[in-house]
C-alpha cells in the first residue's frame, strides 16, 4: 500500500530512488523531495517512505522440461508466451560439451508446460552461450539475442554478435548485415526504446 502523506506528494521524475532491501520479495523505497530552506538558508529535505506488499510467489512447474540452467535469458511475446533461450549448466555432457546451450523452449500457458522450439532441422541459430543479453522490439514480435560468454567452446570467448527471430525458430544472423560496433562482452543488458532504437548497456570483458 502506497504511504500519501500529506505535504509528501508522490514523486517520479526528478528525484533519487533508495533501495534499503535487496530482497525481491519486499522493497522499501524512500523517496527524496527538497523541501523548504530553514533559517540558515540550507535547504531541508524531506523524505517519506513507500511501502510495497510482499510479493507472493506460485510455484507453476516444479521441473519444466529445459532443465537446469543459468545465466539464461528470458523473453515475453505479444501473445503473452514466455520464452527461455540459452544459457549454462554445470552438467558438461549438454549442449556444446562444456555446459553451455543454444536452445530455445517456449511456454504458452504461463508456465505450466514447456516446448523446445529449436531444432536441427531449422537454419543455424545463435552459437551455445551465456551471459547474453535479449529483448524485444516495441511491439514485442521480434525477439533479438545479443552477445554473450563461450568460454572454451568458441576461438573468441566473449561475443558481439546479434541475432533476432520471429517465434523463436528461425533466427537471423544480423551482424552479417550490420556489424556490432560495440565490443565482445556478456553480463551486459539491453533495452529497446519507444522508438525501436536498440540499446545495450555494461557488461564484462574479461
Known sequence: SLDHSEGAPLLMHGRSLALSSDDPLFFEAILLQKGHSDESGVAVR??????VE???WLLVNRDAGF??????AALVDQHERIFVLGGATADGS???GAGYLNDVWRSSDQGQSWTRISSNKYPPRFAPRRGHAATMDT???IMFVL????????EERYLNDWWSSNGGDIWHKMDKYIPAKWSPRHGHAAVMTSGDHLVLLGGHDG
Open 46 to 51: 524531506r523524505s517519506r517512505r513507500l511501502k
Open 54 to 56: 510482499p510479493v507472493h
Open 67 to 72: 532443465g537446469e540452467r543459468y545465466a539464461h
Open 94 to 96: 549438454v549442449g556444446d
Open 139 to 141: 511491439e514485442r514480435v
Open 147 to 154: 552477445g554473450g560468454f563461450c568460454g572454451k567452446s568458441c
